[in-house]
Structures are given as structure tokens and as C-alpha cells.
């Protein structure tokens, strides 16, 4: 079975610019969820999609945005790049929205810099 | 604002030895607390978690403890090998409506001598 799938693996951006990640959650998930890594700031909740539906999102400014498509798969996007956007950019997928016993699984990230 | 703390931020344990991890939350509505391991350029991967309603949980070599009142959990690595090493998160989220919805603690990184 397949895992989370995130691509791609590495990204070079300049200040300015806007970056679309993508990220397809294991076969039969429905909820997908990410997150930034920084090792300032820790792991960090960015938003939560179930559905094609934003249920949750992170404080986080309005250059973060994502979307769910039909198939499960999703997309952020970050527009005009900062030098702090520099991550390591997560997606975790379950199989149900709530249920908290429901195991999350994550996959390798985005890792992203911003030059 | 950090909701949950986590203490050491490293730690260095020789083979066979007990490791333990520390963590506070501030939250009184976090019901779920589970604990990811992440090696160098993976994500986070779940190894234990534990509800409130029980004080201790284990699953072969990991356990939490839990304590409520003090609203404290800590993870107990017995028997550490060096495969251990990795950094560990513990986490918190609350309610069915939280989703996915994680907060963090800062992270340990654990090394397990030889």
C-alpha cells in the first residue's frame, strides 16, 4: 500500500514568487492535513481538508491557501514568497475527519527555500 | 504561544538504557496526546498515543505515562537501541471536530550510544 505521496521533493524559490505543493494521501483517505516544519518554530498545523471542504485552518496568513480535488488529492499554495517561507512542508492523511484514534500518516514533505 | 512544552530538547542515552521524554500542555480541552518519531528526511511517523482517561499506555518498548491533574505526559524509550535515534514530538489535539489538528511540542532529539 502506498504512502502518503508529496511532491516535489525539493524546491528553490526567490522572495516574490508563489509555489504550489501537492500531496496525494494513501488510497481510501479522505481527510488531508499540513504542516510546516521549521526548526524555529516546531511543526506548526496549517490547515485541514475533508471532502473538498476546509474544516480547520492554522494562524497562518492569507498566502497560505490549499485545495482539495474530488480524488482526495491535495494542493497548498504560498504566494509571494518570503525569506520565512524556508520549510520543510507536510502532508498527513487519515481516513475519516474526526475520530481522533484514527491514525495520521504522514509523508516526506516539501522541503522548500526561499531565496 | 506554546500550548504544549517539551523537555529535553536533546538527550544522549547509552544502549539498553531508559530514555524519557517530557511534556506539559496548557489546554484543559486536549483529549489526545500522541508521540511521532522522525528520522532525518521522513515525516513524522505515530508510535503511541493515550486518551486521558487511563494514566499509562504501552506498546512493546514505549510507554506513556499520563498525569491529568498535573497535566503532564511523558514517554518512556526501555531497552534504547541505537535504531532509536530520531527526534520525537509529542502532540495534543482535542475533540472529534479537531480533526487532524495537531499542536507540537518543540521536539527531542535522541541519540542512543552504542
Known amino acids: 500500500k502506498a504512502g502518503v505521496t508529496q511532491t516535489p521533493r525539493y524546491l528553490i524559490k526567490t522572495r516574490g514568487q508563489q509555489v504550489t505543493l501537492s500531496c496525494s494521501p494513501i488510497s481510501g483517505h479522505r481527510s488531508v492535513s499540513w504542516y510546516q516544519q521549521t526548526p524555529g518554530q516546531g511543526l506548526q498545523f496549517l490547515f485541514e481538508?475533508?471532502?473538498?471542504?476546509?474544516?480547520n485552518k492554522g494562524n497562518f496568513p492569507g498566502r497560505f491557501s490549499g485545495r482539495q480535488f474530488s480524488n482526495s488529492r491535495s494542493e497548498m499554495n504560498v504566494s509571494t514568497l518570503e525569506l520565512g517561507d524556508s520549510a520543510l512542508y507536510l502532508c498527513?492523511?487519515?481516513?475519516?475527519?474526526?475520530?481522533?484514534?484514527?491514525?495520521?500518516?504522514f509523508g516526506s514533505g516539501t522541503q522548500l527555500s526561499v531565496l | 504561544q506554546q500550548q504544549v512544552k517539551q523537555s529535553p530538547q536533546s538527550l544522549i542515552v547509552q544502549k539498553g538504557g531508559i530514555s524519557i521524554i517530557n511534556c506539559a500542555y496548557e489546554?484543559?480541552?486536549?483529549?489526545?496526546f500522541p508521540w511521532y518519531q522522525q528520522f532525518p528526511g521522513k515525516g513524522p511517523a505515530l508510535l503511541i498515543a493515550i486518551r486521558p482517561d487511563v494514566s499509562e499506555k504501552k506498546e512493546g518498548r514505549f510507554t506513556i505515562s499520563f498525569n491529568k491533574s498535573a497535566k503532564q505526559f511523558s514517554l518512556h524509550i526501555m531497552d534504547s537501541q541505537p535504531g532509536d535515534s530520531a527526534t520525537y514530538f509529542c502532540a495534543a489535539s482535542r475533540g472529534n471536530n479537531a480533526g487532524n489538528m495537531l499542536t507540537f511540542g518543540g521536539g527531542t532529539r535522541l541519540m542512543v550510544k552504542p
Open positions: 481538508y475533508f471532502s473538498e471542504t476546509q474544516r
Open positions: 498527513a492523511s487519515k481516513k475519516f475527519v474526526g475520530g481522533t484514534n484514527e491514525k495520521l500518516f
Open positions: 489546554n484543559t480541552a486536549f483529549d489526545y
